[in-house]
């Protein structure tokens, strides 16, 4: 799969891995659909100019996820949606029991599933449906999947059993999904970031950010968002990564 004259869906893409990875794929020749339920996408949008389209839409919406493929699908012309990178999601906090011995709120772990993991198999099944339409490239390729799962996933700290369940999800549909999809010359891949410079880290206070920064093995920094694209970038272009999880997070584990 190359990125030059194909077309990717990226959601998440209004800030952050997502915004970053659209501005990789746009600089490699691709065109871009930003999907987000920010009003910010439309102006990240219009600064990657004609290669980008912007649509608004949440990842639990059928109706959203699905009018975002078929504006991909569109722009893609006779080679319809190449790919998708599937960066939308949110962190949550909270403990089973808090300090004054209340129970967490079931709503607010439901809520985080919900789009965490019911949001990337909702994009994930809509770009597949899509992608199996078009026709086979090199080695009979028509698309390829791109997750964001966490380390989280394997390193859960403290208050975290809503978000890591939710990231373990997606860890666990990858292998399942590739090996569905392979008849239909899809690959799926997801990548597990550790902690990065994005719009959810700036939320914490600048101690605990320094900190966790400094628990990096190497690079002792947090990582930057065109370091996820790049990797992004790659598993596109690169065959023969499917069906995997690549952590990319310098070496830390949580604690």
């Known amino acids: 799969m190359q990125v030059k004259d ?13 915004a970053a ?19 910010a996408v ?7 100019g004609e290669a980008a389209r912007a649509v608004r839409g949440d990842v639990t919406s059928a109706k959203d996820i699905q009018a975002a493929v078929d504006a991909a699908v569109a722009l893609g012309g006779e080679a319809g ?15 089973l029991v808090d300090r004054e011995g209340n129970p967490a ?17 909702n994009v994930m099944r809509l770009a597949a449906a899509a992608m199996a339409k078009n026709g086979p490239g090199d080695d009979g ?31 666990g549909m990858s292998l399942p999904a590739a090996r569905e999809l392979s008849r ?13 410079q994005t719009p959810m880290m700036s939320e914490i206070p600048d101690e605990a950010a320094q900190a966790l920064a400094a628990s990096v093995p ?17 598993i596109i272009t690169n065959p023969m990564l499917n069906g995997e999880v690549i952590r990319l997070d310098g070496g830390i584990r949580m604690q």
Not at 6 to 18: H, K, Q, W, Y
Request: hydrophobic residues 45%; neutral net charge; proline residues 2%.
């Open 141 to 171: 390729e028509r698309g390829v999947i791109v997750n964001t799962a966490s380390i989280a996933a394997f390193d859960g700290q403290v208050g975290q059993c809503a978000y890591s369940a939710s990231k373990a999800g997606v860890v």
């Open 6 to 18: 194909r077309t990717f869906l990226i959601t998440g893409a209004a800030s952050g891995l997502g």
């Open 184 to 196: 239909h010359g899809i690959r799926v891949m997801a990548i597990a970031p550790g902690v990065f």
């Open 81 to 95: 949606l190449a790919g998708v990178v599937h960066c939308a999601g949110v962190v949550s906090v909270a403990k």
């Open 42 to 48: 439309e102006s990240h949008a219009e600064k990657l």
């Open 105 to 121: 709120d079931l709503e607010a772990y439901a809520h985080t599933v919900q789009i965490n993991l019911v949001g990337t198999f």
């Open 218 to 234: 190497f690079p002792k920094r947090l990582g930057y968002p065109d370091e996820f694209a790049r990797l992004a970038e790659q």
């Open 21 to 39: 990875t659209a501005e990789r794929l746009v600089a490699g020749g691709g065109r871009v659909v930003l999907c987000d339920l920010s009003e």
